[in-house]
């Protein structure tokens, strides 16, 4: 039985993150890539990946990493985008294709694209899967299994480069769709943007209680606490940059998010239980369409397995 030809011969990751170490360990099961070379701004970063043999050679710079690279992953924090661009454009290989993993799109376009040279094709995408852990040791192969990867081609991104990227984000498990970069923007304030921001606001509020509580608020966490936690503990400086790059749409969801808490209070403060009833059970739907979609588990305490 022969085997298949790797899809793309050589693999640069910038950065080396949860993404992008999921990206490796998914891209060596699948056979995807023939040798993957990874970068990271910080040194520890660095040393740590050669330790665990994440990639299979580490360079000190981005420019050296995306050396005669078919495929140029930036995996870096949104607002960090632009310099790296800027950084290995003279280094890229023509023909190569730079793609980016960042939870926004119409900023990532606007800092990226005017850096790609000429022959170099340019197709951003957004892999909609992720833990709260961070740093290279973080990935592992199956993060992308049955998950979404929005493909956000650029103008005049190339047809044959696009559907490329696409068959590499199946062969990490993956399903894909393609999608314009604003409307990408408004979708992700809704799934995954404002909450991020609810948590965060949750927790913060939760935390100037605990000092009032003398921490009561850590003790008694299992109710629904505990996974606004979850949420809040993602990587800061990722979630800094989303909310300056998609602040229009994040402030029009929290905005729409405003008026209905203000409808729930007026209803708790009325006793309206048949509105209330009414509301807790259709979005009570929404959780059910998430969980026919495969997107979670039906499992008690919150779809987690024992050990995580």
């Known amino acids: ?34 040798e993957i070379v990874g970068t990271a701004r910080s040194a520890e970063t660095r040393a740590v990946a050669r330790e665990i043999g994440l990639v299979d050679r580490v360079t000190d710079t981005a420019a050296e990493a995306v050396k005669d690279a078919d495929l140029v992953v930036l995996a870096v924090p949104v607002g960090a985008m632009a310099a790296v661009a800027e950084d ?5 290989k023509p ?13 990532v376009i606007d800092a990226v694209a005017p850096h790609i040279p000429e022959g170099v094709h340019f197709v951003p995408a957004h892999p909609l899967a992720g833990t709260e852990h961070s740093g290279p040791r973080a990935g592992f192969a199956s993060l992308f299994d049955n998950r979404w990867c929005l493909i956000v081609p650029a103008e005049g991104s190339d047809p044959a480069a696009v559907a490329k990227l696409e068959a590499l984000w199946h062969g990490m498990g993956a399903n894909t769709e393609t999608m314009d970069a604003d409307h990408h923007d408004l979708v992700l304030a809704v799934t995954s943007h404002a909450p991020h921001l609810i948590a965060y606001t949750m927790v913060g509020v939760a935390d100037h209680l605990r000092r009032v509580t003398d921490s009561e608020v850590i003790k008694y966490s299992a109710a629904g606490f505990r996974d606004f936690t979850r949420i809040a503990a993602s990587d800061p400086t990722m979630w800094r940059d989303v909310f300056l790059t998609n602040k229009e749409a994040t402030l029009d969801i929290l905005g729409r998010f405003t008026e209905e808490l203000f409808v729930l209070q007026r209803a708790i403060r009325m006793g309206d239980g048949e509105m209330l009833q009414d509301y807790f059970s259709r979005t009570r739907e929404i959780r059910r369409g998430i969980i026919e979609a495969g997107q979670d588990t039906d499992a008690p305490d919150f779809g987690r397995s024992g050990t995580s």
């Open 88 to 92: 290995i454009a003279p280094h890229l």
């Open 95 to 107: 023909g190569a294709t730079v793609t980016d993993v960042g939870s926004v799109k119409r900023a």
């Open 1 to 34: 039985m022969t085997e298949t030809a790797p899809l793309y011969n050589r693999v640069a990751l910038i950065g080396l993150g949860l993404i992008a170490g999921s990206m490796a360990h998914a891209m060596r099961r699948g056979g995807l890539a023939g």
